[in-house]
């Protein structure tokens, strides 16, 4: 498996760009938010992959970030999506965006990406719903949520919640809580709605 790559940016054509890696040319193909945030050609470039090999092709995936990947990865796990629909659902949407998306259960924030449809993005959002934020680390400040709530929100998953109760339910609780204590008080909030 490759999992990184770093090297000379030779070539930028979207999506693909062509990575020099010690006289190794690499293909890598890339979302959008990760194309626009490119240097100049001939400029050092580290990317971390996703290699997927198939009986006809062995294909590269590149990202910029560890929560790009994650979610790229989270994406693939959804069924009936490939790798092409997923890295079309990260150039359409930032990794926040999208985990807002599924938190909320927003069918049309995914619908605005080209050739994802309302039963696809259904699809999406039934199956990351309570995955995706821990897949990708929670989803920062987009949800406000505090570092130290987010085992307290992982477990509130555990136990069921969806996404959008456990952020609810820890909006308030303050970032040095201790987890026993933020899963009771969290508990509470959600017995009072």
């Not at 890339?30 to 294909?59: C, K, Q, W």
């Not at 994650?70 to 490939?82: D, E, M, N, P, S």
């Amino acid at each position: 498996m490759i999992g990184r790559l770093s090297g000379t940016l030779l070539e930028k054509n979207p999506p693909q760009i062509l990575l020099d890696v010690q006289g190794v040319g690499y293909e890598v193909l890339v979302p959008m938010s990760t194309f626009y945030n490119l240097p100049e050609h001939g400029a050092t470039i580290t990317l971390l992959t996703h290699l997927i090999v198939r009986e006809d092709a062995h294909t590269l995936y590149g990202f910029a970030s560890e929560r790009e990947r994650h979610a790229f990865r989270a994406l693939t796990k959804v069924t009936g999506i490939g790798a092409r629909t997923a890295l079309a659902v990260l150039s359409g949407l930032s990794t926040d965006e999208l985990a807002q998306a599924v938190a909320a259960q927003e069918v049309g924030w995914l619908t605005r990406v080209p050739g994802i449809g309302k039963k696809t993005a259904e699809r999406i959002l039934l199956e990351l719903k309570g995955k995706l934020a821990v897949a990708i680390g929670g989803s920062g400040a987009a949800t406000g949520t505090h570092a130290g709530t987010l085992d307290v929100i992982n477990a509130l998953l555990a136990l069921g919640y969806s996404e959008k109760e456990a952020h609810a339910a820890t909006r308030e609780l303050p970032a040095d809580i201790d987890v026993a204590d933020g899963i009771r008080k969290a508990l509470k909030q959600l017995s009072k709605t």
